[in-house]
Structures are given as C-alpha cells and as structure tokens.
C-alpha cells in the first residue's frame, strides 16, 4: 500500500504526534507520502526530523495556486466525468449555509482536484487525514473525484463545538474508516454519525516513544513546566493566577513555558503586571529534543485547558516519570488517572489548581510515585509503536474490502 497523509499544516511544532505516526508506518513497512495544504512556516521546522518531512512535502495550496496546473489537473480529473460532477455535488450538498461557505467549499473542489493529481501521479491507494475541519472536507471530495478510499483521525474539541458547520456526519459517512483518538472522542462521533457507521469508529491513540524520555535530576527550585500552545483555550491566565499563590508557599518555584501563538504578548505583560516575571520564562517553540530535555529536569508538568482532545504533551511528560496537573476534560482522564498518575481539577479554578501544585511540591515520594505509574501508563497504552501498528491494521483490513 502507499499512503498519503494530508493535514492543513504539516510538519508544525504542535504536532509531532502526526510525525511520529508517519514514522511508525514507515517503520512498519508502508510507503507514506505527506501532503499539507499550507506551507507551515519556519518557526515549526525546530529540528532536523520537522525540517526534512517539511522539505518531502507537497504542498497542495502552492500547487493549485498555478493556473497551468489547476487546469490540468481539472481537465484530467474530467476524463472520468461521472466522479468529477458527482465530486461537485457533494462539494456543493456539505456546504455549511451562505454564500461565503459555498465559495469555500468550491476553492476546496478546485484544491480537490489538484490533489488527486498528485495521489495519481504517485500512486497513491489510500488517503489518510488528521484534523478533520477544512483538511479532511478536501480529503473528501478528493476521495470523491479519484476514486481513492480515504480515511481520518478524529481528535476534537474544536470540531465538537461545530460538528453541523463541518458535516461530520457526512465524512463519517464517506470514510473508510475513522480513528477516534480516545472513547470520549469516539462517543461525540457516535452522536454526530448515523448509527450505520458506528462499525467504522476505531479507537487509535496518538502516542509517544517513551524511549526519548528519561527522568533526570530534578533542579535546585522547585519547577513547573507549561508545553502549549500560547492561546486562551490553554488557560495559562489561570496558571498565573494560581501561581501567585504557589509562590507565597514555595517563593523560589519557577514556571517554564514552551509554545508560542497568538497570545504570547498579552501573557507577557499580564505575567508582569501581576509580578510574576521573577518567576517565569517563555521559552518559544522547542524541538522535540529539547522538550524532552526541560521534561527530565522539571518537577511538575502543568496543562490548565479548557478544551482538549488527549494532550499528547502530557503523555509526554508521564513518559518522562514527571507528575501531572491536568483539567478534568473530555478524554484526559483516560489517560491520567487522578491521584495515581497526577491530579485532576476542574477547569478554570485556580484554587484547586494552586491546592494540587502545592501537594505536589510539598511530597516529593508522591511526585515519585506520580510519575512511575505515569511512565507506565503511557508505555502500556500510549505507545507510538503500538499504535501505528493498529493503524496499519485497519489500513490492511478496509483496503482487502475494497
């Protein structure tokens, strides 16, 4: 089998999980090509494995944006007449409301056809999408237009809020198959698939290799380390305000962030107006390895979103024997079991998150439990090895029933 991989943007910094899993079917024998429809920019190539995977792949709005190709591709999508329209309609019946939506959908029609070009030209027999918003709507009508099967993991929450305006109902319909990254996951799709499809709903984890993380020395002071994106639904203004009270019981605790986005100048004055500064350092997007470094001399790892899928981040640093402070949200308690493996609290309360990094720095033989069993955990049942091997099981499978 050949595959191909498309998201909106690949390789990005927050995303190493889908590079991860195309090195594990790579590794499993799969021959995987990697489309994205935008270019990422060069602060997500932040080390070598990001910038060769960004250098390998097409580049589906580069493409479509020669009108000699754009033609082409039209024209030789047309030889096969009854697909094209058949495509065309399907782009015009998902379309969310209003004529701003119906534009969208046809510029996606336009990109379709150019991406089944591409999959032709490389033969291609199976298309795979992460993300299943504006990405995985072109993967669909690709689909539609070239006959090639296609497939998509479902992570959320963000499609969750807006399952209608994204039709998941109908990509669940037209997928071969769909990889739910956890049981909360697979359980919104149930409710937004008709039940005919349930049978195609698998649950495939996102994973980590727990052999690049390694506990190390724990530092002098006491430390708190933030992985994320630099954005409202990460809740780091909560952190602050629960920091604040950290520090009045552990003055010398210091709090790493890694991440950027929209929201990191706004943070940067809010963390001085409240006098954190003394206190905290944003760090910018780091490369794997040094994700990896931070984690092994970091005390507690803490993630306050309101709104997450399976933070692969906190697999991560469970991973790398570092206890966890997490929300109670969605899938995140399949993955950490509260008092066990770290501590639950509810979003958007920095009291009880203050409460719970202060029992943490306070019992360092908890922290130590905490992140063995964290370990554990995630080599039994997050593992990337793993869970690329189910995924090219379903490949396999679904392909035979073609």
């Known amino acids: 089998m050949k595959i191909a991989y498309l998201t909106g943007e690949y390789p990005r910094a927050t995303d190493t999980f889908i590079l991860r899993e195309v090195q594990g079917l790579r590794a499993l024998g799969l021959d995987v090509v990697t489309c994205s429809v935008r270019t990422t920019g060069p602060e997500h190539h932040v080390g070598p494995e990001q910038k060769a995977e960004a250098a390998a792949t097409f580049k589906l709005l580069d493409a479509a944006k020669n009108p000699a190709r754009l033609i082409k591709a039209h ?14 309609r399907l782009a015009v019946r998902t379309s969310p409301p209003g004529l701003r939506n119906l534009l969208y959908q046809l510029f996606y029609f336009a ?3 150019v991406l089944a070009d591409h999959l032709h030209s490389a033969g291609v027999t199976h298309l795979h999408n992460h993300i299943a ?17 296609y497939s998509f993991s479902l992570h959320g929450p963000d499609i969750f809020f807006e399952p209608r305006h994204w039709r998941l109902d109908a990509k669940i319909e037209t997928a071969s198959f769909v990889a739910c990254i956890s049981d909360f996951c697979r359980s919104q799709a149930m409710i937004f698939g008709a039940r005919d499809h349930w049978d195609k709903l698998h649950i495939i984890h996102c994973g980590v290799e727990p052999e690049r993380y390694a506990k190390g020395p724990r530092p002098d002071s006491p430390t708190l380390l933030f992985v994320g994106r630099l954005a409202a639904v990460k809740g780091v203004p909560v952190l602050f305000e629960a920091l604040q009270s950290v520090i009045e019981q552990h ?9 950027d986005g929209p929201e990191r100048a706004r943070l940067e004055k809010q963390a001085s ?26 005390d507690i790892f803490v993630l306050p979103s309101f709104a997450e899928g399976v933070p692969v981040v906190l697999m991560e640093a469970m991973a790398a024997e570092v206890p ?22 509810p979003p958007g309360a920095p009291g009880p998150l203050a409460a719970a990094l ?45």
């Open 75 to 88: 024209l030789r999508a047309l030889r096969q007449p009854g697909r094209y329209f058949r495509a065309l």
């Open 133 to 149: 918003k504006s990405s995985c709507t072109v993967a669909m009508i690709t689909s539609a237009i070239s006959g090639i099967p």
């Open 251 to 259: 003055p010398d605790v210091r709090l790493n962030l890694i991440g």
């Open 358 to 402: 202060n029992r943490l720095l306070a019992d360092p033989d908890l922290r130590a439990r905490m992140g063995a069993a964290g370990r554990a955990k995630v080599s039994a049942e997050f593992a990337s090895a793993t869970e690329a091997a189910k995924l090219k099981t379903l490949f396999e499978t679904y392909g035979a029933q073609r």
């Open 324 to 345: 966890v402070v997490t929300s109670r949200i969605a899938g995140v308690p399949e993955l950490v079991s509260d008092g066990e493996s770290g501590l639950l609290v």
């Open 111 to 113: 990109e379709a056809a």
């Open 273 to 298: 107006d409240m006098g954190l500064a003394d206190h905290l350092t944003f760090l910018g997007y780091q490369s794997q390895a040094a994700v990896a470094e931070a984690l092994s001399s970091t």
